[in-house]
RNA sequence: GUGCCCGUAGUUUAAUGGUAAAACUUCGGCUUGUGGAGCCGAUAUCGAGAGUUCAAUUCUCUCCGGGCACCCCA
């Protein structure tokens, strides 16, 4: 172990960043950007709170929040002990932190539910792959300390529609409802009592699971497990009244919004601390399955994408040290993957402007009061572009015009000594010279 | 975590058992008060380390990193 860690840190100078992390910048950065602005934009029409909770947390949150028996909890943590001896671990998620904090600031005395929008990076150590990273992107929006149907079908309704608004085709939410205390554990015994009774047929790491979760043998990929799944009880069966009333509801709900759904009767999700209703939810783009599906192995199609998931978790609160429960139901959203894919309508931050105006400057004089007169312009709220390090006038014109930016202001020696710009139309080469103490009005009159 | 493929300038690629070629980009120089210009020049410890060899970027191994399929998930 510690052999290794010696050699990592010789072997790349510590020149590179930490697998499965990446430096965002520029295009990438500003596509993350768009996208949580308008996340944050519709999450804010339906009432949802902007909530920011730290990336590192004791780590009893997640082991006894998320629970052991997860990928999550069992593998991939980062985890750390602190000078003062206390375990934290960087964030696999958002939903138990996020009722930490609705615990920890006494939030039960709020109206309910209290609704929140959570985003920021999360971090699990998994082999990294496209579209999954070490350390990725998550949105979640959450309503906390109300266990009505129709706060699940709000929170489904905004996730969806912030996905749609971010391109996304051929959205697919396959649904499920796992019961509440009431009817989970009856159901658990069950299925737990089948498998035991096809024990012999059972992979080994199935056999596993039958002790620590068994539910998670319900998504296994493995071929005879899949066959012995078909006869398994499945859990809407065994929803005792009130989850099954609850369950329909929100079916009936995503029925009147016209939100396809296909109930997945295996469906049950990798984190235990759900409740009732689970979801997750799926993209595919054919342009891109297709060209990599020739350029591989020339089978069909990829697997689609899982682009975004959620569910209810009405237990949460007790499992994390709360003294009472907390109903509450959350969608999360992997950002990474949204916008990486090739639907992605690449929205852009309202901190970006387009210039309309290129600045150019010409000999030393001129640099010297080009600040000041950008400045000016940056005070009138005119976005501008410029290129100061550069000195000829030609090359300065060719980046405007690369750009396509309809005007430029020259200021150049002379006009610099006379406080005037140069105002040129780059569609017909007129230009105009033009006092300093006019220049806004005339580029006021310029936009009209 | 398992299996397979990959790793040459910032980027895309080339060649080779004898320390690497080109294009584009970037930067610098010359020229340049008016439209993507031109010319000159610079930039690679061939992912890292070890081994085989007279000699390795080229072969072998380990590690690091990337991709794909599992596992799992967002």
Redo the contacts with the bound molecule.
């Keep these: 172990m510690k052999k290794?860690k010696n050699?990592?840190e010789?072997?790349?100078?510590g020149f590179?960043s930490?697998?499965?992390?990446?430096d965002l910048m520029d295009e990438e950065y500003y596509n993350f950007q768009g996208f949580f602005e308008k996340a944050q934009e519709i999450c804010s029409y339906y009432g949802f709170k902007p909530i920011d909770t730290p990336i590192l947390e004791h780590k009893e949150i997640f082991t006894s929040g998320i629970g052991k028996g997860?990928?999550?909890v069992d593998?991939?943590m980062y985890t750390l002990k602190t000078k003062g001896g206390d375990y934290l671990a960087l964030r696999p998620?958002h939903t138990a932190p996020l009722m930490r904090a609705y615990i920890e600031h006494g939030m039960q005395t709020l109206p309910q539910p209290v609704m929140f929008y959570h985003y920021g990076p999360v971090f699990?150590h998994?082999?990294?792959?496209?579209?999954?990273?070490?350390q990725?992107w998550?949105f979640d929006l959450d309503a906390l300390g109300s266990d009505k149907s129709i706060m699940d079908a709000l929170s489904i309704k905004v996730g969806m529609s912030i996905l749609e608004e971010a391109g996304a085709e051929k959205l697919s939410i396959d649904i499920n409802s796992i019961g509440d205390k009431e009817c989970r554990g009856v159901y658990i015994k069950e299925l737990t009592n089948y498998y035991r009774k096809h024990i012999s047929k059972l992979p080994v790491?199935d056999r596993k699971r039958l002790k620590i979760n068994p539910l998670?043998i319900l998504?296994?990929?493995?071929e005879k497990t899949r066959i012995i799944n078909e006869q398994a009880p499945d859990s809407v069966s065994f929803l005792c009244t009130s989850c099954k009333k609850h369950f329909k509801e929100v079916l009936e709900y995503l029925e009147e919004m016209e939100i396809n759904y296909n109930i997945n009767k295996n469906l049950v999700?990798?984190?235990s601390y759900y409740t009732r209703t689970v979801f997750?939810?799926y993209t595919r783009s054919e342009e891109e399955d297709l060209s990599?599906a020739s350029l591989?192995?020339g089978q069909a199609d990829?697997?689609p994408?899982?682009?975004?998931?959620g569910g209810r978790y009405d237990y949460l609160a007790r499992q994390i040290g709360g003294k009472k429960d907390v109903p509450a139901v959350g969608f999360?959203?992997?950002v990474?993957?949204i916008v990486e894919s090739s639907w992605y309508k690449r929205l852009s931050p309202r901190i970006l402007k387009k210039p309309k105006i290129y600045f150019i400057q010409?000999?030393p004089e001129?640099k010297l009061k080009s600040l000041s007169v950008i400045e000016i312009l940056r005070k009138a709220h005119i976005p501008i572009a410029q290129s100061l390090?550069r000195?000829?006038?030609?090359?300065q014109?060719?980046i405007?015009?690369?750009l396509s930016i309809p005007h430029v202001i020259?200021l150049?020696?002379?006009?610099a000594l006379e406080n005037s710009v140069?105002v040129?139309?780059?569609?017909?080469?007129s230009?105009d010279t033009i006092k300093l103490n006019k220049l806004l009005e005339y580029l006021k009159e310029l936009n009209k």
């Design positions: 290794q050699s990592k010789k072997k790349n100078n590179s930490p697998r499965g992390m990446r997860t990928d999550i593998k991939e998620e699990r998994d082999k990294p792959q496209r579209g999954r990273y070490r990725f998550q790491i998670r998504d296994s990929k493995e999700r990798g984190l997750e939810v990599a591989n192995t990829k697997a994408v899982q682009i975004a998931s999360s959203i992997g990474d993957r010409l000999g001129a390090s000195d000829s006038l030609s090359s014109l060719a405007a015009e690369k020259i150049g020696v002379k006009e140069i040129r139309d780059m569609a017909n080469r230009q």
